[in-house]
């Protein structure tokens, strides 16, 4: 987190999801202004209720002119990027233009990838911010919210998914693993934490009726938070339900929580705890 | 491997495909008797055609008095185990007096487990002996087989993915990797390979035609490799060749390929490399 002065003005590139909605509203009220560059099939609707202008991802010119002619000079890059159908990202000349760094940008893991996205708007110009620098009440606070509170069982797999997370960072990979019981059950990689959670299901032994298990998620060491911060929200906690764990754990501070009220309602009526714990755990 | 000679008569605990018959004709054709306790469910029908007693996964009793009627100081516990049934396994006097050891073999990661299995059949009286001992040709050797070789680009990942594995062998997980291009895919933890395997495919940037990424496979240092070998074969090709990687690394002397001429022709076939890696790679 920077020590940065709050812009007066802040352009917002908007991919899926409620945190970029949860940006702009926290933007307005500092009073800042906010101008939404939406990503087509990717925004929701309800971003309207911006200043806004709707691009392709392909538009790389027409989204570097929507934000000079807001004459915002400090840009938010958020919300989940679902994977883009590559023959309908409606490609413009900037595109074009910046077809190398592009092409750069698909090698490499998603590190590697986000941190040359930045180094792009940098390159344009423009100041990347975090959404948690304009919206901190979205990151997890540390120690437990919601009803539930984890065992000595639920700290020890709590533990060794961090201690687990930490070997995979060098490796530009995992964001989050589930640890049952001491035995690691999955570990997310390109796939994503839904579909990790997805296959928890059935990896569960046979039989088994109370929740066991952690999902435990952070960033890796390093990570390029500004615009690539990990994301619990209320799927994450419906998810996580289905799969029969006990409990969700992120790194406080490096978290954001989408949908606060929701997730924590979700998890008290499904029993999980969720908590937030320290890098030093 | 141990240097201990061959045993006169051997009994081999079958689970399912190939290897268990592999390992029945090997014995033969060094002039071992053999003895097999076919697991019902679980092993193939063929196995019948040597000296066999079928048995449910829950007759640990009738498990352990088939392989003393036999006279078989020595076993071998091979193949596949399917998540069995746990209403179904058919529980016998055995299993009710060995129990607090079965409950105990329920707790901890795969390499615990199986470390329990041996010490349950060592504190038996009995010897056991690792499928490779009796059939060492199962064994995948060093160097290409088949007629695709890796470039410098497979040798890049291939590198990556065992140092992954060797980060990930103080979490007793990790038997397989997919890496492709430097970017970490998929990482195997309790769900197996095979199911591992099957979501590469859409993990793959879309739109690309050529063959990417190698399927990294490779016990865990001290793994317990008498009955705990990893495998590869026919189904192994197939599913990586779906996944649209260029290819398949093992550890050579560490684990064990399934009907070897048939994974081979698939592998052609599908112009897919196998490469038997040393550790020092």
Chains 1, 2 share one sequence.
Request: hydrophobic share 45%; net charge positive.
């Amino acid at each position: 987190m920077t020590a940065q002065p709050l812009p007066s003005c802040l352009g917002v590139v908007a991919a899926a999801g409620s945190i970029p909605i949860a940006v702009c509203e926290a933007a307005r009220k500092q009073g800042i202004d906010v101008f939404v560059v939406a990503l087509k099939g990717q925004a929701a609707p309800s971003i309207e209720r911006f200043p806004h202008r709707w691009v392709r991802l392909g538009q790389v010119g027409g989204l570097l002119g929507a934000l000079r002619g807001a004459k915002c000079d400090d840009v938010v890059i958020v919300g989940a990027l679902r994977r883009p159908d590559l023959w309908r990202i409606g490609v413009d000349f900037g595109f074009i233009r910046h077809l190398p760094t592009i092409l750069s940008l698909a090698r490499g893991g998603d590190d590697a990838i986000l941190r040359r996205v930045v180094r792009f708007f940098e390159g344009q110009g423009f100041t990347v911010r975090g959404a948690h620098e304009i919206a901190p009440s979205l990151l997890a606070p540390a120690g437990p919210f919601g009803a539930q509170m984890p065992n000595e069982e639920h700290h020890a797999d709590i533990a060794r998914g961090v201690a687990l997370l930490d070997a995979l960072g060098p490796f530009d990979v995992g964001q989050s693993v589930v640890v049952a019981r001491g035995h690691v059950l999955a570990i997310e990689a390109a796939e994503g934490t839904d579909k990790m959670l997805r296959r928890c299901k059935t990896l569960h032994q046979s039989g088994r009726q109370r929740r066991v298990g952690v999902l435990i998620k952070a960033p890796k060491r390093g990570q390029e938070l500004r615009v690539d911060m990990p994301v619990i929200g209320p799927r994450t906690v419906e998810m996580a339900a289905v799969a029969g764990l006990a409990g969700i754990a992120v790194m406080s501070g490096e978290v954001m929580i989408a949908d606060q009220a929701e997730t924590v309602r979700l998890a008290d009526r499904n029993r999980l705890f969720i908590l937030g714990i320290d890098r030093t755990v």
